[in-house]
């Protein structure tokens, strides 16, 4: 019993040294590289750059009040249809002291010289028919009049303007009204009833009541690199892709290409615009991501391998054509390359179409 123990354990081990003698011998030995075969296929080629940007109507207006005050009434939400000079909300005024005193002032001596006025011009058109004065100085008289009566009643509507905001002469323009400027879609109103507001002057650009836009009518705007701004123009198609809505794609044309550039993480980038063809079926949200798609460059019938293939040696190109496929044998073989879309590339010498190349190592 105690030699069938040793004897098993004797063989255990040999097999152990022998297993891994061959495992070692194995991996020893040098392996033979594997590769992916690629035909040399004929196809159309275009090279494309991609542009991040965003949609954006082409004019979007703020709104601003012509007053200073407080938000009394809000007549329209975001997203609802406005017409031009139709209102969207009210300001109830909070006069500034100094311009109303000199209102005041003005309107209290503009009555003053109307009182005056028309005292003489009655005195004048007595002596008038009474035939004392001449004609002359009579209509010098009622012209006094006249001016001293227009000078108290646009007194009077400035004070108007200045205390309650309504001109007294033409209410219906009230600039306690606040109307849109232009026909379009309400996109934000970042003011609150109670809100204070002022107007825009010298000193500061007054509030916003309401952001208004023209949705009928958008372009794309983004940055485009250096290095290709020279190869786009005026007039070239554009096809736009919206990151919200992934299986629509627009039509635009490139109308603007940004004469400066502008530095970014330390490149120079150039802003481009493209007026976008929407279709009546389609609604679009200011602001949306979306990436412009413009064809640099492209050939016909090219022959093409996928870049991958290629071997670069200094200034040369060279591919590997399969001779044997049973042996998979190669021979190097220098070509000249022409356009890449980033996965195929054109080749003008050196590959025949059908003619196979070697791709990538095959790992097990």
Do not use: C
């Amino acid at each position: 019993m105690k030699k069938l123990i040793k004897w098993a354990t004797v063989a255990i081990i040999a097999a152990v040294f022998i297993g891994t003698f061959v495992f070692l011998y194995q991996k020893s030995q040098p392996q033979v590289a594997r590769y992916e075969t690629n035909h040399a296929t004929v196809m159309d080629l275009e090279k494309t750059t991609i542009i991040t940007g965003k949609i954006e109507p082409r004019d979007e207006v703020n709104i601003k009040p012509q007053i200073s005050g407080i938000i009394t009434e809000l007549y329209k939400e975001a997203g609802e249809i406005v017409e031009k000079n139709e209102v969207i909300a009210k300001v109830k005024v909070i006069p500034d002291m100094g311009n109303l005193n000199s209102a005041e002032t003005r309107v209290y001596l503009a009555g003053l010289t109307f009182k005056q006025a028309q005292t003489d011009h009655e005195r004048m058109k007595r002596l008038y028919e009474e035939k004392v004065i001449s004609t002359e100085e009579f209509e010098k008289s009622e012209m006094a009049f006249k001016q001293a009566e227009a000078e108290k009643n646009s007194a009077e509507d400035a004070l108007g303007i200045v205390r309650d905001g309504i001109s007294l002469s033409n209410a219906s323009m009230s600039t306690t009204l606040i109307r849109s400027t232009i026909d379009g879609l309400i996109l934000d109103i970042p003011v609150k009833v109670g809100n204070s507001v002022i107007l825009s002057n010298s000193f500061n650009d007054g509030t916003t009541i309401a952001t208004v836009a023209d949705m009928g009518d958008l372009i794309f705007k983004g940055m485009i690199d250096e290095t290709e701004v020279g190869r786009i123009h005026q007039g070239m198609p554009v096809d736009i892709t919206v990151g919200a809505i992934p299986d629509l794609h627009l039509t635009a044309i490139l109308e603007y290409i940004s004469p400066k550039a502008i530095e970014e993480n330390g490149a120079n980038q150039f802003e481009v615009k493209a007026a976008i063809t929407l279709p009546s079926d389609v609604t679009i949200r200011s602001g949306y991501s979306a990436n412009a798609e413009i064809v640099l460059d492209g050939v016909k019938g090219a022959v093409t391998i996928p870049e991958s293939s290629l071997e670069f040696s200094g200034d040369s190109v060279f591919v590997y054509l399969l001779t044997d496929s049973i042996k998979h044998t190669y021979v190097r073989q220098q070509v000249t390359t022409g356009i890449s879309d980033g996965v195929n590339i054109e080749i003008k010498k050196g590959v025949k179409a059908n003619d196979k190349v070697r791709g990538i190592e095959i790992k097990d």
